[in-house]
């Protein structure tokens, strides 16, 4: 196996006891108090996770993660604050790209639980890929969830990846080594679906020649995912309610009480307060599930995520000799994704079967059209976005060393001469470096 690095910034020299559960957690320690030799490890090393302590002097805390997720886009970054420095945290995962933070002083085992919690981000989980901001925040969110014995709400279109979020919370709990069960609702008919879930006894009704467990026995322990939870009767949905408050399950046909030990996880893809506002669903169901809700985005809303999960896809369908044209990613791209992640297997693995060698053009992803103008138009607005962003930072960055070249270059981990070729780029684009004093 290679080596794996955590690579940790901070003014104090880490104690013994910090290096010693990094090594446990079989990574390879690194410590630096200077952002150049920072960036030169991100360049050299490549470390899977980077933690950053609030108390390095040389840039404000935001900008610098903003930093090292340029110089290390493949690195999970985790902040180190103060519990006055909340907002500060917050703003360096919303704005700069960490995934997580921790508060001084900490202890061994949150360290550790940092360290296997990010870590198991970094890896993802089967097809659930996330790249995209939103993507990761949701991710984080969820990771957080799957530390508690509260249960979930996942809301989200048709075809997004619900069932793989639920199972990636389940795979990072304490449940892991216990039963996952999935439930479609809308797939069992409405006449089984009692007998499903709970179980039910021999004679209990006709053709009811043996005992059966219900889905609830079978996941006890562990975790049991309510797919499509909206689906469910009204008759059945006061049931389930009872079964959520008592923590208990009775087989039909039968009056003994079955203890349960379980993490319920419900999902739909419709919005559940309107259902019940509508009359569809249960409020004091709605707020029996509704303790932790995840929103999972649309594919169209984590364009990010769409080049990743296709080559995901052909990894899994195909081989690694398999690459995308240019034309290709700009129409993928440029598409609306209707069908979501759903869509986007099937459509890779059409264009695996059609494709002459093993690049994938345009035509063998038989998506409804979209010009080659259009979809080129559409991957550079994409690009002009990323490049705005960056020379943004740049430029905040001369104003704050006050127009210093070499400054600035060293707080980019650039040369001044990379520098030099990137203000000249942003005076093309109309921005009056000038100006800066």
């Known amino acids: ?9 901070s003014e104090q020299q880490p104690t013994p006891e910090i290096q010693q559960v990094v090594f446990a957690e079989n990574f390879k320690f690194l410590h630096t108090n200077s952002i150049s030799d920072a960036v030169s490890h991100c360049l050299i090393s490549k470390p899977e996770l ?14 610098l ?96 990846g ?29 006449n089984m679906l009692e007998a499903m879930l709970f179980g ?37 949905q006061a049931k389930l309610l009872r079964v959520l408050q008592e923590r208990e399950v009775e087989r039909l046909g039968s009056h003994q009480k079955i203890k349960l030990d379980i993490r319920i996880i419900a999902a739909s893809n419709r919005i559940l307060r309107e259902q019940v506002e509508q009359g569809a669903f249960r409020e004091d169901l709605f707020y029996r599930l509704d303790v932790l809700p995840l929103s999972w985005p649309a594919l169209r809303d984590r364009v990010d995520d769409i080049i990743p999960l296709a080559y995901h896809f052909i990894k899994k369908y195909g ?5 995308i044209s240019k034309q290709a990613e700009d129409v993928m791209l440029c598409y609306n994704w209707p069908g979501n992640v759903r869509e986007i297997e099937n459509v890779i693995q059409r264009a695996l079967v059609m494709a002459r060698g093993v690049e994938i053009q345009v035509e063998d992803l038989n998506l409804p059209q979209c010009s080659p103008a259009a979809a080129a138009f559409c991957a550079t607005q994409l690009k002009e976005n990323k490049k705005q962003a960056e020379f943004d930072y740049i430029y905040s960055l001369l104003s704050r060393f006050k127009g210093h070249r070499t400054q600035t270059a060293q707080a980019l981990g650039v040369t001044t001469r990379a520098l030099r070729y990137k203000i000249a780029a942003m005076r093309e684009c109309g921005i009056d470096i000038d100006a800066i004093a």
């Not at 980077?50 to 900008?63: I, K, N, R």
């Not at 021999?202 to 939870?229: C, H, R, S």
Request: net charge neutral; proline share 3%.
């Open 1 to 9: 196996m290679s080596q794996r690095y955590l690579l940790w910034i």
């Open 50 to 63: 980077v933690f950053v302590d609030a108390d390095t002097q040389q840039l404000e805390l935001v900008e």
């Open 65 to 160: 993660v903003k930093l090292l997720r340029k110089t290390c886009p493949t690195s999970q970054i985790v902040t180190l604050v103060d519990s006055s420095q909340s907002e500060i945290a917050s703003k360096t995962i919303n704005n700069g790209g960490a995934v997580d933070y921790l508060l001084k002083p900490f202890f061994a085992e949150q360290l550790k639980k940092t360290i296997r919690n990010t870590d198991s981000m970094k890896h993802g989980f089967e097809d659930l890929i996330a790249v995209s901001t939103k993507s990761q925040q949701v991710l984080r969110l969820a990771n957080r969830a799957a530390q508690t014995a509260a249960g979930v709400l996942i809301t989200g279109e048709s075809g997004t």
């Open 162 to 190: 619900k069932e793989k979020l639920a199972h990636f919370i389940h795979k990072s709990s304490d449940r892991k080594d216990k039963p996952f069960i999935a439930v479609n609702c809308a797939a069992i008919p409405e």
């Open 200 to 236: 039910f006894n021999k004679g209990a009704f006709t053709g009811a020649v043996n005992a059966q467990p219900g889905k609830f026995e079978l996941a006890n322990g562990g975790t049991i995912l309510l797919d499509e939870i909206t689906e469910l009767p009204l008759d059945l």
């Open 319 to 323: 081989n690694s000799e398999f690459h």
